[in-house]
């Protein structure tokens, strides 16, 4: 990020927690349709967060799911799919997401969306592994 003032990193901070809700909504609402996918595992969506722990791009991470809709059925196929659902998702409701939270803390760098957006992003996707968990064990 770039040199961000106290406030701008406070003000950052806050957009993101304010989001939280937003973002285990969309999660929800994507796993929720169980049409979109096959009998996908836990593992295989952690795997998917620890993708995006380790890089510093969504691209990355989208990247990722392509192969996984690649390999087998389980995420889905075409655009109905909780893939495309993903990648939709990240490339427009938390993109916009982070472009508020951006506007909102007065930065203007590039870098800060970009981060703004892969926080939000690793957020929504841990929050997509825990409500698996449900879906597959809790679920009544």
């Known amino acids: 990020m770039s040199e961000l003032s106290t406030q701008q990193q406070l003000k950052i901070q806050q957009g993101i927690r304010k989001r939280e809700d937003e973002l285990v909504t969309l999660i929800q609402i994507a796993l929720d349709n169980h049409n979109s996918y096959g009998d996908l595992e836990e593992s295989q969506f952690r795997n998917l967060v620890r993708v995006s722990d380790t890089t510093e791009s969504t691209e990355v991470i989208k990247n990722f799911l392509f192969y996984q809709v690649g390999r087998d059925k389980k995420w889905g196929r075409g655009q109905d799919s909780l893939a495309f659902r ?36 690793r957020r929504y996707l841990g929050y997509g592994a825990r409500y698996l968990v449900y879906k597959r064990k809790g679920e009544v």
């Open 86 to 121: 993903i990648i939709q998702d990240i490339d427009t409701k938390i993109k916009n997401m982070a472009s508020k939270i951006v506007q909102n803390a007065n930065t203007d760098d590039p870098d800060d969306l970009k981060n703004i957006h892969l926080e939000l992003t």
